[in-house]
Structures are given as C-alpha cells and as structure tokens.
Nanobody
Framework: VQLQASGGGLVQAGGSLRLYCAAS????????MGWFRQAPGKEREFVAS????????FYADSVKGRFTISRGNAKNTVHLQMNSLKPEDTAVYYC?????????????????WGQGTLVTVSS
C-alpha cells in the first residue's frame, strides 16, 4: 500500500483544516488506517484511527471532540477533519495503514506510512 497525505497548511487558532490520505492498491479495505503527528523536537504521536469498514474509530484524548477521522473505501481515501485547532496542534501529520486491529496507538505497529503534510496553527 502506498499512501500520500495532503491538505496541510497555515490556519489561525480556532480554525479548521481537512487532511486527505490517498492510498494505492486493491487491498485498501483490508487495513485499518491511522493519523499520527510529529511536532519539532517531539516523538511521533497517535492522533486517530479507523477500522477497516469505517464503523469504529479511536482518538487520542488531546483531539477527541475536535477531530474526526473517516474513510471512503470506494475511493481509497482517509480523511481527518480538524476543527477548533490550537497552536499545539502544529505538527507534520502522517497517515498510516495497519494490517492488525485499528485500535492501536503505537506507531511501530503500523505497516505502511505516507509522507507527511505540515499543519501550522498560529495564535
């Protein structure tokens, strides 16, 4: 599976952005999908994940209620709708695919990664 993330940019605090992840391959629906982020000088951290069918989701506490992950298996895409953005959300965001359960927040368990897309939230 090859993944490509896009949709990042500069936004003011309180604003919204929608990130996209396009996947290649006919087995996209066989993978759980996740979003991670990495701020400068910090470790990569889990943001959200979604099951193969899209029926179940999992969020980090820091984004719960503000971010929404969704997927479209017909178009091999995953989205991350980010609302009420805060300066501390500033990071490079990565999408990733996992063969095992989507209910995993550890990046080392994910099998495929896309390149990142930068999100900058100004105060």
């Amino acid at each position: 599976v090859q993944l490509q993330a896009s949709g990042g940019g500069l936004v003011q605090a309180g604003g919204s952005l929608r990130l996209y992840c396009a996947a290649s391959g006919r087995t996209f629906s066989s993978y759980g999908m996740g979003w991670f982020r990495q701020a400068p000088g910090k470790e990569r951290e889990f943001v959200a994940s979604i099951s193969r069918s899209g029926g179940s989701t999992f969020y980090a506490d820091s984004v719960k209620g503000r971010f929404t992950i969704s997927r479209g298996n017909a178009k091999n895409t995953v989205h991350l709708q980010m609302n009420s953005l805060k300066p501390e959300d500033t990071a490079v965001y990565y999408c990733a695919a996992i063969r095992s359960s989507y209910y995993n927040s550890q990046p080392e368990l994910y099998d495929y990664w896309g390149q990142g897309t930068l999100v900058t939230v100004s105060s």
